[in-house]
Structure formats: structure tokens, C-alpha cells
């Protein structure tokens, strides 16, 4: 006899059984019908390998199953300003720039526009990108070899010639824009965003004769190409992260794409993340010379994701389960940065089937994410802004509150980011029952919490800014905050409410 828990859990498996299989018939159809991506018939297939470092591009990783995912395609477009168009799909206005020609041979061009985010992702077959026309710094380097080199010479600028489509054997004459000037400022606005890179690709992007389109080396395999901003900030970098995956997403790609930046930043940490979210990753400038995308995709700038403009407009998301979503849509509720956390953890390895924090025999975790001083980026002095003066003494009193509370076990974590691998971080926000930390990039990494986390921010009156109550208030964790006079804190007032906090979880 099955229980009724066991009903309900063969029901679950069984709906996400049936919620894949439609996922998977809906790609295939939807692609069947309009990708007009033609085979690599023409090429030798001995040129495509090796091109990322070594890395095959043919075996790119296939998605992981993510227990949050929700399907990227929609019947009809979400209302605007809903929860699906700030967090998910509402890429819904197709505008075509260059269609497939008949030869078979030809490039193409297209981009999804959201009205909600004022943001396009666009793709292409048979773009070349040229890398001696893009001025910017090589990017790649290590730190310690580029110090004071301003971020205007990391962030590209394209010549003419630095993109292009291939037009077909039919065009002739000399080559002539993809994208106007009128198109561009309806579909890719600047956004006030001082040196807009993707407007700027696609400004100087060009439509080319056959004939004239070179192409010495080719990448079969779909390709982002990224541009990144403050790329040694975890915030920032995972906008970034946000926009690349809700890309590959609304495209549909198949597997999981190479990415390529189109930036001279120089190396960084978070390329850890960047490699195991994606198949690969290479510089612009790391191609010895011209070099041909099977399928391109431009990833929208990350103060274009919601995280972002979240900062500046109210967007009126709740967290919520996909099971429920999916059983109750709701407009104002979104399971996607659940997903994406999902991604990131499965990126890294980690197992997807646990809901919450078990009751350990080993105790709870309380992690405290500290704000340590180190060398970010090259304009860097390595110091940290102090958002709260006494942390030292803020973490030497819970240790010593969580060595003598007796009503059950809590193991105060220190969270030294700074010296910490990527997949260290996610593991210990992973196993964390409470986040404890001043406001700081760090606590970004709340994405990848488990549902049942609580989180706890102590706040400066320097520095309010509503970042991490928005991530915890659209992923569903409980959140708390202590705001500050100054930067001091109260180390009693700080033991309260995790004492208070430790009670709710039963300790
Ligand atoms: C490309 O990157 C590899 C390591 O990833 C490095 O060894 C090589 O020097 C780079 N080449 C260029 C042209 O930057
Ligand atoms: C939590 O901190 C606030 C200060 O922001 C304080 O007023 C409040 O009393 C504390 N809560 C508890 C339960 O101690």
C-alpha cells in the first residue's frame, strides 16, 4: 500500500517527468518551425576543434535538471511589468534584421526585445568577428601585471568591420549597417548607461557581400558574447551571470553555450563561475585573428536584469516554489531566481535534491560573511569600505553566544570569502541555516540559499541599499535587518536577534 506522502511524491515525480517531456517537445517543434540555423556543410570540421583552450567545442555540457525550472516559451506573451517579463521570458517582440536568405549559405540576424526591461537579446548565424578592430586591452592578465590601467581601456570600442553578417553571394557593393540608428534606439536604448557595449557592437556591425566574408576559423557550437561591467564585483557578476543565462534560455539553446567576453578585463575570480556555469570561456582579443560563429548570441548588458533595476524601480515579485507556480500562476510571484540559484549550485557539482537545511546532528550553521580587505581590480587600493566598523568584535561575541547556547548545537561559520574558491562559497551559503552579514557583495551569493534560509543584514546608515532584502524578498527567504547608526554595532543587539531567529528554528 503507498501512503498518502507516497501518492503525492509519485505525483510529483510523475509531473516532472511529463513538465520535461513537454519542455523537450515544445524545443523541438518550436525549433523545427523557425530556426533557419543551417548545417556546417561547408566546412572542415577539423578547424572547429580546439578553439576554446583545448576544449572541444562539439561536446558542449548539457543542462542540468533543475527542480525550479519553469518552460521559457509561452503561448502568449506575460503581461508587462509581470514577474515572468522582469525575471524570465517576456522577450516577445521579434524583430528580424537580416532573414535567412534561400542559398542556404547566408547569415541571418534577429532580436528579442523586452518593453518591461527596455532590453534586447539578439542572435545570428554567420557573424565574424574580427578581433584587431576591436581596441580595447588584451584582457586575461593576471592582476598584479596591469595595476592602474583605467577601466576605458578594458571596455571595447569597435571599429567598423568589427562584426559582420554574411549577406549572401547575392549583395554587392560596399557593405552596409545591420542595424540603423532608428532601429537601435527603439530596440537597444543606451538606458543612460554612460559606454552601452552591445549598442556599440551592434552600431558598428555590418552586412557583407559572401565574397567578402573571410572566414579562417570557425566556432560550430552557440556562442555568448558578453560584455562585462565592475566585473570584480560579486553583485555585478552575477547580473552578469543572470543575463547570460536568461539568454541561452530564451533562445533555447540546446546545451549549455561557449561564452566568449568581448572586454579586455583583466582575470578574476569569479571566472571559476563563469567556466562551470558555461561550456567554455575565452577573451575577444585570445583569437589570433578573425574568427566565424556558427550562432551567436548577445547577451544584454547585466544592469539590464531585473537584479539590477530592481535597485531604481519597484518590482512587485514575491518568491515562490515552481511547484505551486505552476499549479497557481500568478503574476506577481516568480520561481526564477530559484532556478538560476539551482544552476549554480548543479554548476558546481552540488546535489539539487535537498529543500532545506536538515535538522544536523553536527548543528546548525550560522555563517557570517565578513568584508575582508583585498586587491579587486586594477583601479583598486585593496581596501574595503568599512560598512561595519566592529565586525571583528560583532564575530567574536556570537562565537562565544553560540559556544554556551546549549539548547542545541551552533556552529558560527566564518566566511572569509575573499579567501575562498567560488565553489567553497556556494558550498558553505549551501549548508548555512542563518546569513549573517554587513551590507556587502557577498551576500549575493543568497541566490544560491536553500529555501528555508534566514537571512540577517546589518545595515549602515552609510551605505542603504535595499540589494539583498529585494534577492530575499523575490527568491521567498525570510530576511531580517539591523540598521545602524554609523557603522558600530550593538554586538547585544546583534545576539538578540539571532537568538530570536534560532528560536523560530525550533533551537
Ligand atoms: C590565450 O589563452 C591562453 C590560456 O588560456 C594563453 O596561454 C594564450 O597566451 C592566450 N593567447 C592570446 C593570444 O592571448
Ligand atoms: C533586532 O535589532 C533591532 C535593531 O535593528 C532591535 O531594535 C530589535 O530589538 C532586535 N530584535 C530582537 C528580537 O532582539
Redesign the pocket.
Known amino acids: 500500500m503507498l501512503s498518502k506522502r507516497n501518492v503525492l511524491l509519485l505525483k510529483i515525480v510523475l509531473f516532472l517527468f511529463a513538465l520535461n517531456f513537454v519542455t523537450l517537445f515544445l524545443y523541438f517543434t518550436s525549433h523545427s518551425k523557425q530556426s533557419p540555423l543551417p548545417s556546417s556543410q561547408t566546412l572542415p570540421n577539423s578547424l572547429s576543434n580546439h578553439l576554446f583552450?583545448g576544449h572541444n567545442d562539439r561536446f558542449l555540457k548539457p543542462w542540468p535538471i533543475l527542480p525550479s525550472y519553469l518552460p521559457w516559451s509561452h503561448g502568449s506573451p506575460p503581461p508587462s511589468r509581470s514577474c515572468e517579463a522582469y525575471f524570465g521570458n517576456g522577450f516577445s517582440d521579434r524583430q528580424d534584421l537580416l532573414a535567412p536568405g534561400n542559398h542556404g549559405a547566408d547569415g541571418w540576424f534577429r532580436c528579442f526585445h523586452s518593453d518591461t526591461l527596455r532590453s534586447s537579446i539578439c542572435e545570428g548565424g554567420r557573424i565574424r568577428m574580427d578581433p584587431g578592430r576591436v581596441r580595447m586591452s588584451?584582457?586575461?592578465e593576471r592582476l598584479e601585471d596591469v595595476i592602474g590601467r583605467k577601466e576605458e581601456e578594458e571596455l571595447p570600442k569597435f571599429e567598423g568591420g568589427a562584426f559582420e553578417v554574411d549577406g549572401g553571394p547575392g549583395l554587392r557593393g560596399v557593405p552596409r549597417r545591420l542595424a540603423g540608428d532608428e532601429f537601435l534606439d527603439r530596440y537597444v536604448p543606451g538606458n543612460g548607461i554612460a559606454m552601452h557595449t552591445m549598442r556599440g557592437l551592434l552600431q558598428s556591425a555590418q552586412v557583407v557581400g559572401s565574397t567578402h566574408f573571410d572566414c579562417p576559423q570557425w566556432v560550430e557550437e552557440p556562442t555568448l558574447l558578453v560584455t562585462r561591467f565592475e566585473y570584480a564585483n560579486l553583485f555585478h557578476t552575477i547580473t552578469d551571470w543572470y543575463s547570460a543565462y536568461v539568454s541561452s534560455r530564451v533562445t533555447g539553446l540546446p546545451n549549455r553555450p561557449n561564452v566568449v567576453f568581448v572586454d579586455g578585463h583583466c582575470m578574476a575570480p569569479m571566472e571559476e563561475t563563469w567556466k562551470a556555469l558555461f561550456s567554455s570561456i575565452?577573451?575577444a582579443?585570445?583569437?589570433?585573428g578573425p574568427v566565424c560563429f556558427r550562432h551567436a548570441i548577445l547577451s544584454p548588458l547585466g544592469y539590464e536584469t531585473a537584479l539590477f533595476k530592481g535597485l531604481s524601480e519597484e518590482i512587485n515579485c514575491n518568491g515562490a516554489s515552481a511547484q505551486d507556480l505552476w499549479q497557481n500562476p500568478d503574476d506577481q510571484k516568480t520561481a526564477r531566481l530559484s532556478e538560476f540559484g539551482e544552476m549554480i549550485r548543479a554548476s558546481f557539482g552540488f546535489p539539487l535534491n535537498r529543500h532545506r537545511v536538515e535538522k544536523p546532528v553536527s548543528g546548525y550553521n550560522v555563517l557570517f560573511v565578513r568584508r575582508e580587505d583585498y586587491l579587486a581590480h586594477p583601479r583598486h587600493g585593496g581596501k574595503v569600505e568599512s560598512r561595519l566598523s566592529n565586525e571583528q568584535e560583532v564575530f567574536d561575541s556570537l562565537n562565544n553566544w553560540a559556544s554556551n547556547h546549549h539548547v542545541c548545537k551552533v556552529n558560527l561559520v566564518n566566511g572569509l570569502f575573499a579567501h575562498m574558491s567560488m565553489k567553497e562559497q556556494v558550498r558553505a551559503i549551501q549548508d548555512a541555516s542563518v546569513i549573517i552579514g554587513a551590507h556587502g557583495a557577498g551576500l549575493t551569493h543568497i541566490v544560491s540559499a536553500l529555501p528555508k534560509t534566514v537571512i540577517l543584514e546589518i545595515i549602515s546608515s552609510y551605505y542603504r541599499r535595499p540589494h539583498f532584502a529585494l534577492i530575499a524578498r523575490w527568491k521567498g527567504l525570510e530576511y531580517h535587518a539591523i540598521n545602524l547608526d554609523g557603522s558600530h554595532a550593538n554586538p547585544k543587539i546583534v545576539i538578540d536577534n539571532l537568538s530570536s531567529i534560532m528560536k523560530s528554528l525550533g533551537c
Open positions: 583552450n588584451r584582457g586575461g575565452r577573451y582579443k585570445n583569437f589570433s
